[in-house]
């Protein structure tokens, strides 16, 4: 029995002493052979590092580029006209309607004016006997049959129910209410059989040909602006948008705010309306012929702004980092200043952290910009290309 212990003893004790022996061959040759769960070789690594990042890119081309500043406001129409009435009484004909279009003098309402045409008839009689008793006293006076203080009071009588046919004469005018500008009738406030007061509110005109768009431009934004500058104005409600032109400009900046109050003209009316809620864009720079790139290849560091140009190296293509200015931008592309020329492909999708100098494999726009719609957006501006 001591005998069997001691050998299982001894023979345990030399297997032992193999086996860790044999451990360090064994771990040499497992890594050798790339067992599961070991580093993989460094060549492995750099193929790993190289793989190609999948991208979008879209050519650089010649086009219309404008710079435009946008601004929101209701329209107004310069030329509008309260039409009061010049007497107090009753209105007894109403000749125009909301809506009617009118000319400058033409009637609009007729108010009574009995009391004044037979004012008026009295008056004319008064002076037609005063102006013979002034022929009359004349002929006495040059025959020195008269002072002279009686010629003088027939012809002072005189005068004076002349400045009374004048005042009876414009109280009947007030009967006949005219209108004062051409235009329309926005508003009708009084009825037939109405009792108006002076200077009551009868009827509002709205000269359509007189509208404008007022705007008010950051005080940085002045040295861009001047009389005559091109402008679009776009309504909701309208298809498309009404050419309009800078009228006016304030001379004076508003401390409040820090903006100049700017009048732009939209010559024609083109189907706006006072009060319309619109958009206008001032057209600050034009160019026809510029080499444009799509907005979405802009890639911004801190103030600085970067392109990935697609660069053909002997591994396949490659992204290069390029450092651009921006001259003019619009809505879905800019114009650059850079190392840069007509054709050449910059990266639009899949730029984020890319690196200078990475290889790149090239997707199709359209399925990396995720629909035709965004991708029309990106390459083809709604400025039309110069031809």
Do not use: W
């Given at each position: 029995?001591?005998?069997?212990?001691?050998?299982?003893?001894?023979?345990?004790?030399?297997?032992?002493?193999?086996?860790?022996?044999?451990?360090?061959?064994?771990?040499?040759?497992?890594?050798?052979?790339?067992?599961?769960?070991?580093?993989?070789?460094?060549?492995?690594?750099?193929?790993?590092?190289?793989?190609?990042?999948?991208?979008?890119?879209?050519?650089?081309?010649?086009?219309?580029?404008?710079?435009?500043?946008?601004?929101?406001?209701?329209?107004?129409?310069?030329?509008?006209?309260?039409?009061?009435?010049?007497?107090?009484?009753?209105?007894?004909?109403?000749?125009?309607?909301?809506?009617?279009?009118?000319?400058?003098?033409?009637?609009?309402?007729?108010?009574?004016?009995?009391?004044?045409?037979?004012?008026?008839?009295?008056?004319?009689?008064?002076?037609?006997?005063?102006?013979?008793?002034?022929?009359r006293q004349a002929r006495l006076f040059e025959q020195d049959l008269i002072s002279e203080q009686a010629y003088n009071q027939a012809?002072?009588?005189?005068?004076?129910?002349?400045?009374?046919?004048?005042?009876?004469?414009?109280?009947?005018?007030?009967?006949?209410?005219?209108?004062?500008?051409?235009?329309?009738?926005?508003?009708?406030?009084?009825?037939?059989?109405?009792?108006?007061?002076?200077?009551?509110?009868?009827?509002?005109?709205?000269?359509?040909?007189?509208?404008?768009?007022?705007?008010?431009?950051?005080?940085?934004?002045?040295?861009?602006?001047?009389?005559?500058?091109?402008?679009?104005?776009?309504?909701?409600?309208?298809?498309?948008?009404?050419?309009?032109?800078?009228?006016?400009?304030?001379?004076?900046?508003?401390?409040?705010?820090?903006?100049?109050?700017?009048?732009?003209?939209?010559?024609?009316?083109?189907?706006?309306?006072?009060?319309?809620?619109?958009?206008?864009?001032?057209?600050?720079?034009?160019?026809?012929?510029?080499?444009?790139?799509?907005?979405?290849?802009?890639?911004?560091?801190?103030?600085?702004?970067?392109?990935?140009?697609?660069?053909?190296?002997?591994?396949?293509?490659?992204?290069?980092?390029?450092?651009?200015?921006?001259?003019?931008?619009?809505?879905?592309?800019?114009?650059?200043?850079?190392?840069?020329?007509?054709?050449?492909?910059?990266?639009?999708?899949?730029?984020?952290?890319?690196?200078?100098?990475?290889?790149?494999?090239?997707?199709?726009?359209?399925?990396?910009?995720?629909?035709?719609?965004?991708?029309?957006?990106?390459?083809?501006?709604?400025?039309?290309?110069?031809?």
């Amino acid at each position: 029995m001591n005998f069997a212990h001691t050998l299982r003893t001894s023979t345990a004790r030399t297997l032992g002493a193999a086996i860790l022996l044999f451990l360090p061959f064994v771990a040499g040759c497992a890594f050798d052979s790339g067992v599961a769960g070991e580093p993989p070789p460094a060549d492995s690594s750099i193929a790993a590092a190289e793989e190609a990042i999948p991208v979008a890119a879209l050519p650089m081309f010649r086009g219309r580029i404008e710079s435009v500043l946008r601004f929101s406001t209701n329209l107004e129409a310069e030329s509008r006209v309260d039409v009061l009435s010049e007497a107090e009484r009753h209105v007894i004909d109403l000749l125009v309607e909301e809506g009617d279009t009118v000319r400058a003098g033409e009637t609009l309402l007729l108010l009574e004016d009995e009391a004044q045409r037979t004012a008026l008839k009295r008056v004319e009689s008064q002076l037609a006997r005063s102006r013979l008793e002034f022929d009359r006293q004349a002929r006495l006076f040059e025959q020195d049959l008269i002072s002279e203080q009686a010629y003088n009071q027939a012809r002072y009588d005189t005068e004076q129910l002349e400045l009374a046919l004048e005042d009876a004469e414009r109280e009947l005018s007030y009967a006949t209410v005219l209108a004062p500008i051409s235009g329309v009738v926005t508003e009708r406030v009084v009825n037939v059989g109405d009792h108006v007061a002076t200077h009551a509110k009868l009827f509002q005109i709205v000269d359509f040909d007189s509208i404008v768009a007022r705007v008010f431009v950051p005080e940085r934004q002045l040295p861009g602006l001047f009389v005559g500058q091109p402008a679009r104005v776009l309504a909701q409600s309208l298809d498309g948008s009404r050419q309009a032109r800078v009228e006016r400009i304030s001379p004076v900046v508003d401390p409040r705010s820090g903006t100049v109050k700017v009048t732009l003209d939209i010559p024609g009316n083109q189907g706006l309306l006072p009060g319309m809620y619109v958009e206008v864009d001032l057209v600050a720079a034009v160019e026809e012929d510029a080499l444009l790139a799509p907005k979405r290849a802009l890639v911004y560091d801190q103030e600085q702004v970067f392109v990935f140009r697609v660069a053909e190296g002997a591994e396949g293509p490659r992204a290069e980092r390029l450092l651009v200015s921006i001259l003019i931008e619009s809505e879905d592309v800019v114009q650059l200043a850079g190392d840069l020329a007509e054709g050449q492909r910059l990266i639009v999708a899949g730029q984020a952290g890319l690196k200078d100098g990475a290889r790149v494999r090239l997707l199709d726009p359209a399925e990396a910009l995720g629909s035709v719609a965004e991708l029309g957006a990106a390459s083809a501006p709604t400025y039309q290309p110069a031809s």
